[in-house]
């Protein structure tokens, strides 16, 4: 089975931004939901945003006003904006295309 492929991921200082794609495998047109999660050192996958193939976007409440989720059925492939990013941010990031279908992730570190 082909998986998405995330990738962006990187280090950068508080404050600072990444942006993070998502090449899903298969058009967007036939995936209902593409969710971006992330997994912090010792602590449990979360969920961080959606967005649907009607536009619907979702975010947890520790990234809105931060991050942006978008996608572009054009290139199959969907993006995380992170902006202001925090220590807390620092986490792999997955991709998740459906209901099961995950990428490898990236690595995002934010450190001074």
């Known amino acids: 089975q082909v998986l998405p492929v995330e990738t962006g991921g990187g280090t950068v200082q508080p404050g600072g931004s990444l942006r993070l794609s998502c090449a899903a495998s298969g058009s967007l047109y036939s995936i209902w939901s593409m969710d971006w999660h992330r997994q912090a050192p010792g602590k449990q996958r979360e969920l961080v945003a959606f967005?649907?193939?009607?536009?619907?976007?979702y975010y947890a409440d520790s990234v809105k006003g931060r991050f942006t989720i978008s996608r572009d059925n054009a290139k199959n492939t969907v993006y995380l904006q992170m902006n202001n990013l925090k220590p807390d941010d620092t986490a792999i990031y997955y991709c998740?295309?459906?209901?099961?279908?995950w990428g490898q992730g990236t690595q995002v570190t934010v450190s001074s």
């Open positions: 998740k295309q459906g209901n099961a279908i």
């Open positions: 967005i649907t193939r009607l536009g619907t976007t």
